[in-house]
């Protein structure tokens, strides 16, 4: 049914067998084709944008794509000015990889928890403004988190690093330098940007528990179940896809958090295992760092390549999990 | 939620004693398993009730004073070990430490009281309904802790001059009050104006096309635009800046760092997010209301146009004040392409013009605390904005969801008319 169908019975002709197949004409009226091809024409810009921004970015990042081919992704040197430029993704690429970890451990369990207590255990009367709540959440804008990171939060978590690298300091993940600063280190950082994280994950996750078949969940509680046991045998497994794909796009916006992450975090390319110190950078955050240093322009480019491949990736691969799993053919991320 | 969750001991329950579970003081604590499975531990046998094992209904989701008791004393005795541990054997943690440590503790002990009493089904429901409703507040109090320590950080450098003021001729060594952000909040308006101008037509067509028409292009544009609003924002202004600016800027003053550049760069993050959320809304249209349409003789087209988008119109106005409040607070891509000036620029064409996340961002990068106080006055007013749109679109999203009973009104079928009754049920896609 592409288009208005007009339907034209053949006429009542006698003598004719009573199943005669009706004849359906397809008119397609001048504002139809007109629609069709507006429409068609958004939607091929959408295509169109995404694929010349990738292209694009290549293409300004080409003098270092040539200089530097491959190695660019196994350099952790960033010395764009120099008379033999030598620029590198791998250390920044690897502080991008470290916060979105840390903001997916703690995020994870965290928004799978609220999406959980939303959609089950939460007064029925509070669901609705406790979800209001999570969406105000996701709608603050990165600085403001960034500000808040930076001027107050960091000096609370300041003594946990230093608790931990005191007393758990074999452990090499807890380990820092002797007399180490213990600000603007990847732990804090991650910890700021799980809080971007929860409101993706618990919003979708929600929205697959709240799917949960009833009928299922009744069943579970007459057979005696607890409600934990009934949480765990049938809410869990349905939702998976959903609290997997939910997952893998808050891992997609934690990669790609720029200007808290910028505030947080010195902005040098740096590995590390030492977390709890200062130190480090992530692609995003440092771009937004060194914005407006036309000296460099190239390699942002080229590094910005990389954060947008990177990120598309993870996205796709989210969208894919949630629509094939059982729960979220008819979730919206 | 006692939904069909009573679990009745082995035996027989007493009739007249099955509402009371302590009835019996004595077998109290030997009743049932809770959750934990009946018979876990023998009832403790009362002398008085040898004939009819005592045996009274549980319901395990139901908690008993005892076990507010075992709650508290386990929450008691894990403040008190932490305190021990960091204020007198090792030295502080913080109070963030301090907290989390003794919350996990809490959790043990809780769990091994719980275990001792009523079994480990029992022990794991407990533990884990306290850390899912533990971990909602947790997740609420950033959110209001972040609104009032901006308040209270941005309240000193507010006043009426804010709104009325550029930077013109202020010093850093003025007081916070001078000078204001009025040139911010232009170019924030003017920014945001424009990249909605650019993106609600495209975001909306674009909805139409993948829920409207059968196009077999539909499966891959969904994919993109799903890809798209992933995609982090600077990226997008650092695309902005390699298509238009480094190769046009020089022959053409409109290609510079200028309001419409950071414009363009904002609807690229902002079509996607408003493309998604329209279609949310336009996928909650009843079917018949478009086979009703059909049926009487309108091209697809005039469905759309008469019947679609009239129904969902306030849905449609949801989603794009959700996308000028995402906007709003945009600040990465406008680092390539506005890049801030504080002077008055009112023409988005021409010229570095400054925006509240521009203003912010350049102000609290300064070493002096007064500078910083002007980078947190235009934080409270970004803040204060944000809230306001996002008010805004829930009252919008209220007024639909109090239409739930309604039918849909046929008016809204007649071209010409008045938008139909709102939808019914529409659950904003903020996330």
Redesign the interface.
């Known amino acids: 049914?592409?288009?208005?169908?007009?339907a034209r019975p053949p006429g009542p002709s006698a003598g004719e067998p009573a199943r005669a197949r009706r004849v359906v004409h397809a008119e397609?009226?001048r504002?139809?084709r007109?629609?069709?091809r507006?429409?068609?024409?958004?939607?091929?810009?959408?295509?169109v944008?995404?694929t010349?921004?990738g292209l694009?970015?290549l293409?300004?990042g080409r003098a270092t794509w040539s200089s530097m081919g491959a190695r660019f992704l196994t350099t952790t040197t960033w010395r764009p000015s120099s008379t033999s430029p030598e620029v590198g993704v791998l250390g920044l690429l690897y502080g991008t990889v470290v916060v979105a970890l840390i903001a997916e451990v703690i995020a994870v369990?965290?928004g799978i928890?609220?999406g959980?207590?939303?959609a089950e255990?939460?007064p029925l009367g509070a669901r609705k403004m406790?979800q209001?709540?999570?969406?105000?959440?996701?709608?603050?804008?990165?600085?403001?988190?960034g500000?808040?990171g930076?001027?107050?939060l960091q000096e609370?978590?300041?003594?946990?690093s230093?608790?931990?690298t005191?007393?758990l300091g074999r452990i090499p993940l807890f380990a820092t330098d002797r007399d180490a600063q213990l600000t603007s280190s990847f732990f804090i950082a991650g910890i700021v940007v799980s809080?971007m994280v929860?409101?993706?994950v618990?919003?979708?996750s929600r929205a697959v528990f709240v799917q949960t078949p009833p009928g299922e969940k009744?069943g579970a509680?007459?057979l005696?179940?607890?409600?934990?046991?009934m949480?765990r045998a049938v809410m869990l497994p349905y939702g998976r896809g959903g609290m997997i794909g939910g997952s893998m796009?808050g891992l997609?916006?934690a990669?790609?958090?720029?200007?808290a992450v910028s505030?947080l975090l010195p902005q040098v390319p740096w590995i590390s295992s030492h977390w709890l110190q200062n130190g480090g950078g992530t692609i995003?955050g440092f771009?937004?760092d060194r914005?407006?240093n036309s000296l460099t322009?190239p390699s942002?480019?080229a590094a910005?390549l990389v954060?947008?491949v990177l990120?598309?990736a993870?996205?796709?691969v989210?969208?894919t999990i949630v629509a094939r799993s059982r729960s979220g053919a008819g979730v919206?991320? | 939620?006692t939904?069909?969750?009573e679990?009745t001991g082995t035996g027989t329950a007493v009739p007249g004693a099955g509402h009371l579970p302590y009835a019996n003081g004595a077998s109290a604590a030997g009743v049932g398993g809770?959750?934990g499975?009946p018979g876990r531990r023998p009832p403790r046998h009362d002398p008085s009730s040898q004939r009819t094992p005592r045996r009274t209904p549980r319901r395990?989701?139901t908690l008993t004073a005892e076990d507010w008791g075992y709650a508290l004393a386990s929450a008691v005795s894990s403040l008190s070990l932490c305190w021990l541990a960091?204020s007198v054997l090792?030295?502080?943690?913080?109070?963030?430490?301090f907290w989390?440590v003794a919350y996990l503790v809490f959790l043990g002990m809780l769990f091994v009281a719980t275990y001792q009493r009523l079994g480990r089904?029992?022990a794991?429901?407990r533990v884990?309904?306290v850390?899912?409703?533990s971990?909602?507040g947790?997740?609420?109090v950033?959110?209001v802790?972040?609104v009032v320590?901006?308040l209270v950080?941005g309240l000193p450098g507010l006043s009426l001059g804010f709104f009325t003021h550029t930077q013109r001729g202020v010093t850093p060594t003025q007081p916070a009050t001078a000078g204001g952000g009025l040139h911010a909040i232009v170019g924030t308006v003017e920014q945001v104006g424009i990249a909605l101008l650019i993106s609600l037509p495209?975001g909306a067509?674009?909805a139409?096309?993948?829920n409207?028409?059968?196009?077999s292009?539909?499966r891959?544009?969904r994919?993109?635009?799903?890809?798209?609003?992933?995609?982090?924002?600077?990226?997008?202004?650092?695309?902005i800046y390699?298509?238009l600016i480094?190769p046009l800027a020089k022959d053409n003053a409109l290609f510079g760092y200028n309001g419409f550049m950071a414009a363009l760069a904002l609807s690229?993050t902002m079509?996607?997010t408003i493309?998604?959320a329209i279609?949310?809304v336009l996928r909650l249209v009843p079917a018949g209301l478009r086979e009703a349409g059909?049926a009487l003789?309108?091209?697809?087209?005039?469905v759309?146009w008469s019947v679609v988008l009239p129904t969902a119109s306030s849905g449609v106005a949801t989603a794009a004040i959700?996308g000028i409040?995402?906007e709003?607070?945009?600040?990465?891509p406008l680092?390539?392409t506005a890049?801030g000036y504080n002077l008055m620029n009112a023409n988005p064409f021409s010229g570095p013009q400054e925006s509240l996340?521009l203003f912010?961002?350049r102000f609290?990068r300064e070493p002096s605390a007064v500078e910083?106080t002007r980078?947190?006055t235009g934080?409270l007013v970004?803040?204060a904005l944000?809230?306001l749109l996002?008010a805004a679109a829930?009252v919008l999203g209220r007024d639909r969801t109090k239409a739930r009973h309604r039918r849909p009104s046929l008016a809204g079928l007649l071209p010409g008319r008045p938008p139909a009754r709102p939808i019914a049920g529409v659950e904003?896609?903020?996330?």
């Open positions: 049914m592409t288009t208005s169908a007009v397609r009226s504002a139809d007109f629609f069709d507006a429409t068609l024409g958004s939607g091929i810009t959408v295509l944008l995404l010349v921004v694009f970015l293409w300004q369990p965290a928890g609220v959980l207590y939303i255990f939460a406790l209001g709540l999570v969406d105000l959440l996701a709608a603050v804008p990165s600085i403001l988190f500000l808040w930076f001027f107050f609370q978590i300041v003594p946990l230093r608790w931990l005191t007393h809080l929860v409101p993706i618990a919003s979708i009744e509680l007459a005696g179940a607890s409600r934990w046991g949480v796009l997609g916006r990669l790609g958090e720029t200007i505030l995003a771009i937004a914005a407006g322009v942002l480019m910005g954060l947008f990120t598309l993870t996205n796709l989210a969208s919206d991320l | 939620m939904l069909a969750s679990v809770g959750a499975g395990p989701a960091f090792t030295d502080g943690i913080g109070w963030f430490g989390l089904l029992a794991v429901d884990m309904t850390v899912v409703w971990v909602m947790v997740v609420l950033p959110l802790w972040l320590y901006i950080k495209l067509m674009t139409v096309f993948l409207e028409t059968r196009s292009l539909r891959p544009v994919i993109f635009v799903d890809a798209m609003s992933g995609m982090p924002s600077v990226v997008s202004g650092l695309f390699a298509t480094i690229v079509m996607p493309c998604r279609e949310v059909l003789g309108a091209s697809r087209a005039r759309v959700l409040a995402r709003a607070g945009e600040t990465a680092l390539f890049f996340p912010i961002w609290i910083i980078g947190f934080a970004l803040m944000i809230l996002f829930r904003d896609n903020a996330a």
